[in-house]
């Protein structure tokens, strides 16, 4: 039973995270924003950095500009100050709907604010507060590191996926003692009776769980479709700065395949 159970519940880590959402895109470089600056990071030095919108550094040396690289440099800073943070935010959501699914799976089998349900999500809680401490330092201010966005399930999710997996590992025995004494209370049935009350009661969390997050998680996907699109634009004007400004000839923070 306790194969059973792992085997049910790290599946449900991320059944409500984006689903595999292509976007052949990639980030070269790290991106930190906060309200005066955008830093672009390559590593660990700042390669580009531009304060407010039209202002300028390439390695910490100040470009001048004409009045139309400064419209595109405007453009293509409002585009990056906007796309970041939804990057960050699709990815924050898409782990935290998969931490819904397991919480529901938990409570479910040991009964809401049981102990062990309480236990969990002390320490779901407290992963989320870290993940959101990385990449949101406050409502202002993000940070990103080089990232391929093939997949948008794996831009932050496989950091905490073994942690999260962990801790449902090491709790199994709990959750199952649970079960247990869940099941012992039936009296008036069978064994085999209750083993068949249990596995049906399993199949119907499953599915109410599913029906429970799909209308997010197709949320998620249709917002990851629109940021695969948004920097798909920012590629091209980004391409268009690297021809007007010759200090960035050699900048490629978006490369798209």
Excluded at 11 to 18: I, T
Excluded at 87 to 113: D, F, Q, R, Y
Excluded at 193 to 212: A, C, H, P, S, Y
Aim: include cysteine; glycine fraction near 6%.
């Amino acid at each position: 039973m306790a194969f059973i159970a792992r085997s049910f519940l790290i599946p449900c880590l991320f059944v409500g995270a984006v689903s595999a959402q292509q976007c052949d895109i990639n980030f070269n470089y790290g991106v930190i924003i906060d309200p005066a600056h955008l830093r672009i990071v390559n590593h660990g030095q700042t390669y580009v950095q531009i304060n407010g919108s039209h202002q300028l550094f390439v390695n910490g040396r100040e470009i001048q500009l004409n009045d139309e690289q400064k419209i595109q440099l405007g453009e293509y800073t409002s585009g990056i100050r906007a796309q970041v943070p939804a990057i960050v935010s699709i990815a924050i959501e898409g782990v935290e709907l998969g931490l819904k699914a397991v919480n529901k799976v938990i409570s479910g089998l040991t009964g809401e604010n049981s102990a062990s349900h309480q236990q969990f999500q002390e320490k779901f809680d407290e992963m989320k507060w870290r993940l959101h401490a990385r990449f949101n330092h406050s409502s202002e201010s993000y940070y990103i590191a080089p990232q391929d966005f093939d997949d948008f399930d794996e831009i932050f999710a496989g950091e905490f996926e073994k942690e999260i997996e962990s801790i449902v590992s090491d709790s199994v025995g709990t959750i199952l003692i649970a079960v247990g004494e869940a099941m012992t209370h039936r009296e008036e049935q069978s064994t085999e009776q209750r083993v068949e009350t249990f596995d049906q009661r399993i199949e119907t969390m499953g599915n109410d769980i599913k029906l429970d997050i799909s209308n997010q998680a197709n949320a998620l996907e249709e917002k990851a479709a629109k940021i695969c699109a948004s920097l798909a634009t920012l590629d091209d004007i980004e391409n268009k700065l690297q021809v007007e400004i010759p200090a960035l000839a050699e900048f490629n923070l978006i490369e798209t395949n």
